[in-house]
């Protein structure tokens, strides 16, 4: 069966410093992925998603992942954290021919002044 | 456009009480789902429809039932409350297949005492 796994339930980086959060997906053939942000007491918005067009994906707010399929990864970067960042973030992959997304169990990010 | 919205927002039951959350989109999408969040285990998918007069199981079904009588709302069921589902309940809408993302209601927090 499908799954994702998310590397880190907890991420701290100062304001400025590089943001990494890691996905990875169990697959033999590649899925769509997507990354969710979750801002306190709210639902889930989505950031980006990979549908195989290309491999570098852009998100909103300055974030972007690269599909890497022969690491199973769809790890999730931002060259410089703000304050406003800090939320959990949730990986997520649907199978091509299903009608349900998988979500990993999230990754909290603190960003510190 | 409202997106997704749930009601209530928050509830609090006592074991054996029965309560129905209401999850409404004005998106026109066919396919809705019903989530629960709890710490460290990312969101767990309850109960979905793919469209209207339709339901199917999840990964985690016991304990609920669900209705989709109208293509907009999809409601969830408690029959006999029970601690074990204080949760945070997210309702989603999606067009269908899976390259499509889904789009998530604020939530109903739920306390079963």
């Known amino acids: 069966a499908q799954s994702v796994t998310q590397l880190g339930s907890h991420v701290s980086v100062s304001e400025g410093a590089l943001v990494l959060l890691r996905c990875n997906y169990s697959s033999s053939v590649p899925p769509y992925l997507f990354w969710y942000v979750q801002y306190p007491n709210q639902g889930l918005q989505l950031l980006l998603k990979y549908t195989s067009a290309a491999t570098l994906v852009k998100g909103i707010n300055g974030f972007e992942a690269e599909f890497k399929k022969s690491e199973t990864s769809f790890h999730l970067t931002k060259p410089s954290a703000h304050m406003s960042d800090a939320a959990e973030y949730f990986c997520?992959?649907?199978?091509?021919?299903?009608?349900?997304?998988?979500f990993g169990t999230g990754t909290r990010l603190q960003v510190f002044p | 456009n409202a997106g997704v919205t749930q009601t209530p927002k928050f509830r609090v039951l006592k074991t054996g009480q029965s309560m129905t959350l209401l999850c409404a989109q004005d998106?026109?999408?066919?396919?809705m789902y019903w989530y629960r969040q709890d710490p460290g285990m990312g969101l767990r998918l309850i109960h979905y429809?793919?469209?209207?007069?339709?339901?199917a199981k999840g990964e985690v079904p016991d304990g609920y039932n669900v209705s989709r009588l109208k293509k907009q709302n999809f409601l969830l069921g408690l029959e006999s409350a029970a601690p074990s589902q204080t949760s945070v309940y997210f309702c989603?809408?999606?067009?269908?297949?899976?390259?499509?993302?889904?789009?998530f209601g604020p939530g109903t927090r739920l306390t079963v005492t």
């Open positions: 429809s793919v469209g209207e007069g339709t339901t």
């Open positions: 997520a992959v649907s199978e091509r021919n299903t009608d349900k997304l998988i």
């Open positions: 989603a809408s999606s067009y269908p297949a899976g390259i499509y993302e889904q789009y």
């Open positions: 998106m026109n999408h066919e396919y």
